[in-house]
């Protein structure tokens, strides 16, 4: 079985900080890996994903994730927080059937920016 | 703009008393997905349809239920709401086959359960 874990529910950091969102998975095959935030009482928009190819992806709005597969990890980073980055943070795998499959979600990141 | 378009945004019902929730697309999109989040949960998969293939999630209840007229719409129905369904139901879209293909989410429709 597939399995997303996030670690952190909620991740405080300044306005300008580097911003580090974690996450790790389980799979049986190779995985497709996903970002999507979430601002309050809206819809899941896209990050950034990982499909095949080159490890480091980069996303809207400055984002950018490594994927490590010796370390089952796909943690999302932003060298500099701005207050809108202020939402919730959802990493997901989908499986080896392609398009057609459903996601798997991780329960998510709550990400607050300081002044 | 191409999207993913819920109705309505906020729907509350009485306990029981069924309930059908509305998603349509303007990508001519193969697959269409209703998810299921709860407060401060994850979304869960409750089903798809692949053009007209239905594909349910083993872990969905019985109760709820979807249908898919035509490419551009898709419905959830849930045949007695209990308080515990009240949630967020996000609709997604994909073109489906290729590896690349990415999942576009509408607003959501956030269900009440009086």
């Known amino acids: 079985a597939q399995s997303v874990t996030q670690l952190g529910s909620h991740v405080s950091v300044s306005e300008g900080a580097l911003v580090l969102l974690r996450c790790n998975y389980s799979?049986?095959?190779?995985?497709?890996l996903f970002w999507y935030v979430q601002y309050p009482n809206q819809g899941l928009q896209l990050l950034l994903k990982?499909?095949?190819?080159?490890?480091l992806v980069k996303g809207i709005n400055g984002f950018e994730a490594e994927f490590k597969k010796s370390e089952t990890s796909f943690h999302l980073t932003k060298p500099s927080a701005h207050m809108s980055d202020a939402a919730e943070y959802f990493c997901a795998l989908r499986g080896p059937g392609g398009g057609a499959d459903g996601l798997t979600f991780g329960k998510g990141t709550h990400l607050i920016i300081q002044p | 703009d191409a999207m993913v378009i819920q109705n309505p945004r906020y729907q509350v019902t009485q306990f029981g008393k069924p309930v059908t929730l509305s998603c349509s697309q303007t990508l001519n999109h193969n697959v269409m997905y209703w998810y299921q989040q709860k407060s401060s949960q994850a979304p869960k998969l409750l089903f798809h349809?692949?053009?007209?293939?239905?594909?349910n999630e083993a872990d969905t209840p019985d109760n709820f239920q979807s249908r898919r007229p035509n490419t551009s719409f898709c419905f959830l129905d849930i045949r007695s709401p209990g308080l515990g369904d009240a949630a967020m139901y996000l609709c997604a879209t994909s073109r489906g086959g290729g590896v690349q293909e990415t999942q576009y989410f509408g607003p959501g429709t956030r269900l009440l359960v009086l």
């Open positions: 349809y692949y053009d007209k293939d239905f594909n």
């Open positions: 799979s049986s095959v190779p995985p497709y």
């Open positions: 990982y499909t095949t190819g080159a490890t």
